[in-house]
């Protein structure tokens, strides 16, 4: 990962982080813009078989679901082991989609403080229509434009990359138990020059876009992924603020590293290999429609216990992208997923308990997860013994310790309505598990600095406690 080569940079991005009033557009003001493109930025979707899909085909060799193009992405069935897994042997469809997309945000320095260019972006999956994207959100079919449409607005900022400043520029994993090995390349470019803002397109500053993330379905998970790849940022460093509560000023130590973790980095790296040393992950490709456990009849893939998610076709019209028409298949859960963080103060400096977790579509092996990352209706029946580790102390967390409860949705152009609430529960326990570990923050960042460490699911969540930092209510 490269980062901005400017000693300056943590202070600058403190700054945005808490600049409200010194934004260029107040936030009930981008809102209102949000409202109104709604009435010429839209997708109308339709539900089809998948037998259906002009542009998709299954392919008799393989049984997978493919473009024409040959390109985009494709669905296949595998199967998987993990023994001593809580679940050790299934078969499942999987995406794989081997392009590494651009997720970009530009940045730039407006009457003296840095503001993010934001994209209103309508997508067929999107759960409430219009999401909040980055400046960039492509994959390399659709920015060497395969599908035939339009150039995609400032994707040259990103290409050309030795004419600007690079703040971050890292590979990430998208989610492991839906994707094979899919990564997505996590940027940020600060520009001096003027930049034409095109419509759809507003400067936020980082305060108002953590405001955001308070908000259900809001900004979309592109967003807080590349969000979550920002430098350390010294909220401390526009200078001293007595009116923070314990909570935040834990945060604060916790993010700049001036207080010591439970663990050293190297212990922690040590782990790390450890855990992905002891754990062997095997997949194998499978025909659709010789999986066991799912039923593919030509119209939809789904699971026979009707749980877990369903992949469906969709015929979409759209105004205010690219292209205008197109149909494609879409993965559809089933339930609103949970990802949780249960984080505790030690010695005045807030640590997060992170799960080393082993998944099917994962680079290697395993990527820190949060504590519980699970859709909480798949072990309504489960004995305590087959239940994810702490999805019952974050389920019963007394509502006084919750920091952070919001619903986000997933990315909307492969995933149908697929939501997970995203919690954040302060506890005073230092709870114990091999599989787990303390970490400060600040050690989470390090490790973002380099690839397939954290997987999106953590990174999402990650996104949502650094909010919390600059957000406007106290904790205790």
């Known amino acids: 990962m490269r980062t901005l080569d400017n000693p300056n940079t943590s202070d600058r991005l403190a700054r ?6 010194e934004a260029v557009l107040d936030l009930d003001s981008y809102l209102a813009a949000r409202a109104e493109a709604a009435t010429s930025m839209y997708t109308n979707v339709e539900r089809v078989p998948l037998s259906a ?7 008799d060799a393989t049984g997978s679901i493919r473009h024409v193009s040959g390109k985009f992405f494709s669905i296949h069935g595998v199967d998987v082991r993990i023994p001593n897994a809580l679940v050790p042997h299934w078969d ?18 407006i009457n003296g403080v840095l503001h993010c260019l934001m994209q ?55 989610q492991g138990s839906w994707f094979l090995r899919k990564r997505n390349r996590n940027m940020v470019i600060e520009v001096t020059e003027d930049v034409e803002v095109v419509d759809g397109f507003h400067w936020l500053t980082i305060a108002q876009v953590n405001d955001l993330l308070g908000m259900d379905d809001m900004i979309n998970m592109d967003t807080r992924s590349v ?25 604060i130590s916790s993010w700049t590293g001036e207080g010591a973790g439970l663990h050293s980095i190297g212990d922690l790296l040590s782990w790390i290999t450890e855990q992905r040393a002891a754990t062997e992950v095997t997949v194998e490709p499978m025909p659709l429609h010789r999986m066991t456990e799912w039923r593919y009849d030509g119209d939809v893939v789904s699971h026979l216990s009707a749980r877990f998610f369903d992949v469906i076709g969709l015929l979409v019209e759209a105004r205010g992208r690219e292209v205008g028409r197109w149909n494609q298949p879409m993965l559809a859960a089933r339930g609103i997923g949970l990802v949780a963080f ?3 103060r030690v010695e005045g400096v807030l640590h997060v308990l992170v799960h080393a977790k082993a998944e099917p579509g994962i680079f290697d092996v395993a990527e820190l997860a949060p504590t519980v990352q699970c859709v909480p209706e798949n072990h309504a029946d489960s004995p305590p013994a087959s239940r994810p580790p702490f999805l019952d102390v ?28 995203h919690v954040i529960v302060e506890t005073d326990e230092l709870h114990d598990h091999p599989d787990f570990r303390w970490m400060t923050p600040h050690q989470l960042t390090t490790l973002l600095q380099h690839s397939h460490y954290v997987n999106i699911q953590c990174r999402s969540l990650l996104a949502c406690l650094r909010a919390l930092a600059s957000s406007t209510e106290g904790g205790a």
């Open 394 to 421: 974050v389920l019963a967390a007394d509502p006084g310790r919750i920091k952070f409860d919001t619903i986000q949705s997933e990315e909307g152009g492969r995933f149908f309505h697929t939501r997970t609430r």
């Open 342 to 344: 249960l984080v505790t």
């Open 53 to 59: 899909l002009s542009d998709w085909y299954t392919d």
């Open 120 to 174: 209103l972006k309508a997508e067929p999956g999107n759960y409430s229509g219009i999401q909040i994207s980055p400046t960039v959100q492509a994959t390399r079919s659709n920015y060497t434009r395969v599908h035939g449409g339009n150039a995609i607005p400032y994707l040259r900022y990103f290409m050309d990359r030795a004419r600007h400043r690079v703040v971050a520029d890292v590979r990430q994993s998208e």
């Open 227 to 251: 969000l979550s790849c920002l430098p350390f940022i010294d909220m401390n460093a526009p200078g001293p603020l007595l009116g923070y509560d314990g909570f935040t000023r834990s945060q």
């Open 92 to 109: 499942q469809p999987i995406i794989l989609q081997p392009e590494v997309g651009i997720l970009g945000i530009l940045v730039k320095e």
């Open 16 to 21: 945005s982080a808490l600049a409200r009033d």
